[in-house]
């Protein structure tokens, strides 16, 4: 019996080994709630296998002391930027000189200054064969300029809301297809998209103030790819809605972004910039402003024509009077330059800025 007993307690022992054993494993592979709040703090908990500190997404600072402006330009809203064949930076401004041009090293090139005191400036584009446009709210026009500033071409009529072929009502972009043919998003006033050819003759147009796919409730931005599918940033519906050349609806991006402004590049990868889906309130500053004003938040977002998000940069939203290098308030002009740096104009921050990888 003394065996048997003997045998008993040493196979108990045994068993109280292995749990013992099995304890201390899981205790080591399982922080206590202790151990797990002082690794949360930051404390000295010895930390697992090291994490690889590798930065795969992008981080971008701003240049300092970017641009160089003249000295009698009054600061202002940058609504606009667009760069040239060449890589320089063409900003439409709201104080004159209105267009400013800069080297990529935010040298000062040259300027024009627009004398009329009804323009609101909107949008700076190129088409295809270097021409420069500008869109005009407040004058209710698009024109395009030769590279010295003097006009040849003028969409709508100057200083003359309208509703038919031949007027715009405050339009707030343009962009060129393969063929040459001019869509001007037609834009606080009309709520459409209009067609020229690449005379400046009226074709069509298409869009009516609405919620349904299709209408438009601020068409405040346009680009085309290289097919020549055309994206409408359809602002207070907070959507992209994209079209054929004829005015057929294709695609719904919606529920995304409330998207201000677009930047297409040659590879076809569509950059928007703008702020995060919100729905409408009434604010004292602005009551009878559009959707997003004053934005919760500032974004860029980069995708392809399909509408796959490959690209979501946040940036900070500046206090009004107290904005920092580096955040954003109201952002409204976007530009990608072909080394990939990133130029941004804000309407209350009042600032052109360049963005370089870090």
Same mark, same amino acid.
């Given at each position: 019996m003394r065996q048997v007993r003997l045998a008993v307690v040493v196979l108990l022992a045994a068993r109280a080994m292995v749990v013992?054993?099995?304890?201390?494993?899981?205790?080591?592979?399982?922080? =206590?709630?202790?151990?797990?709040?002082?690794?949360?703090?930051? !404390?000295?908990? *010895?930390?697992?296998?090291?994490?690889?500190?590798?930065?795969?997404?992008?981080?971008?600072?701003?240049?300092?002391?970017?641009?160089?402006?003249?000295? *009698?330009? !009054?600061?202002?809203?940058?609504?606009?930027?667009?760069?040239?064949? *060449?890589? =320089?930076?063409?900003?439409?401004?709201?104080?004159?000189?209105v267009v400013q041009v800069f080297e990529p090293d935010g040298a000062f090139v040259a300027g024009w200054r627009e004398e009329d005191p009804r323009t609101v400036p909107h949008a700076i584009r190129f088409d295809r064969e270097g021409n420069v446009w500008l869109v005009d709210v407040g004058l209710h026009v698009a024109r395009r300029f030769d590279r010295s500033g003097r006009p040849n071409l003028v969409l709508g009529v100057l200083g003359e809301a309208g509703t038919d072929a031949s007027h715009l009502d405050k339009p707030t972009d343009i962009a060129f297809a393969a063929d040459g043919g001019i869509f001007v998003s037609d834009g606080y006033g009309n709520n459409r998209v209009v067609h020229y050819d690449r005379t400046g003759t009226f074709v069509r147009s298409w869009g009516v103030l609405g919620v349904e796919r299709g209408s438009f409730s601020l068409p405040h931005s346009i680009a085309i790819d290289s097919r020549d599918r055309i994206y409408v940033a359809d602002r207070n519906n907070v959507r992209?809605?994209?079209?054929?050349?004829?005015?057929?609806?294709?695609?719904?991006?919606?529920?995304v972004l409330v998207p201000w402004t677009f930047s297409i590049l040659p590879d076809d990868s569509i950059w928007v910039c703008g702020s995060a889906p919100m729905t409408w309130s009434i604010h004292p500053d602005y009551p009878t402003a559009p959707?997003?004003?004053?934005? !919760?938040?500032?974004?860029?977002m980069r995708f392809d024509t399909a509408g796959r998000l490959h690209e979501l940069w946040t940036l900070p939203k500046g206090?009004?009077?107290?904005?920092?290098?580096?955040?954003?308030n109201w952002i409204h002009g976007l530009a990608v330059g072909p080394d990939g740096a990133v130029y941004v104009g804000d309407i209350i921050g009042k600032r052109l800025q360049k963005f370089v990888r870090r």
């Amino acid at each position: 019996m003394r065996q048997v007993r003997l045998a008993v307690v040493v196979l108990l022992a045994a068993r109280a080994m292995v749990v013992a054993e099995g304890d201390a494993a899981d205790a080591v592979a399982e922080p =206590t709630a202790a151990t797990a709040r002082a690794t949360d703090a930051g !404390k000295a908990a *010895d930390p697992p296998a090291a994490y690889p500190r590798v930065d795969l997404a992008p981080d971008r600072v701003a240049v300092p002391d970017w641009p160089r402006h003249p000295a *009698d330009w !009054k600061p202002a809203a940058v609504p606009s930027i667009a760069i040239d064949r *060449d890589g =320089t930076i063409w900003a439409y401004t709201r104080s004159n000189p209105v267009v400013q041009v800069f080297e990529p090293d935010g040298a000062f090139v040259a300027g024009w200054r627009e004398e009329d005191p009804r323009t609101v400036p909107h949008a700076i584009r190129f088409d295809r064969e270097g021409n420069v446009w500008l869109v005009d709210v407040g004058l209710h026009v698009a024109r395009r300029f030769d590279r010295s500033g003097r006009p040849n071409l003028v969409l709508g009529v100057l200083g003359e809301a309208g509703t038919d072929a031949s007027h715009l009502d405050k339009p707030t972009d343009i962009a060129f297809a393969a063929d040459g043919g001019i869509f001007v998003s037609d834009g606080y006033g009309n709520n459409r998209v209009v067609h020229y050819d690449r005379t400046g003759t009226f074709v069509r147009s298409w869009g009516v103030l609405g919620v349904e796919r299709g209408s438009f409730s601020l068409p405040h931005s346009i680009a085309i790819d290289s097919r020549d599918r055309i994206y409408v940033a359809d602002r207070n519906n907070v959507r992209v809605q994209v079209f054929d050349r004829e005015g057929r609806l294709l695609d719904v991006w919606s529920n995304v972004l409330v998207p201000w402004t677009f930047s297409i590049l040659p590879d076809d990868s569509i950059w928007v910039c703008g702020s995060a889906p919100m729905t409408w309130s009434i604010h004292p500053d602005y009551p009878t402003a559009p959707l997003g004003c004053p934005p !919760k938040d500032q974004l860029v977002m980069r995708f392809d024509t399909a509408g796959r998000l490959h690209e979501l940069w946040t940036l900070p939203k500046g206090r009004d009077g107290a904005e920092r290098p580096g955040d954003v308030n109201w952002i409204h002009g976007l530009a990608v330059g072909p080394d990939g740096a990133v130029y941004v104009g804000d309407i209350i921050g009042k600032r052109l800025q360049k963005f370089v990888r870090r």
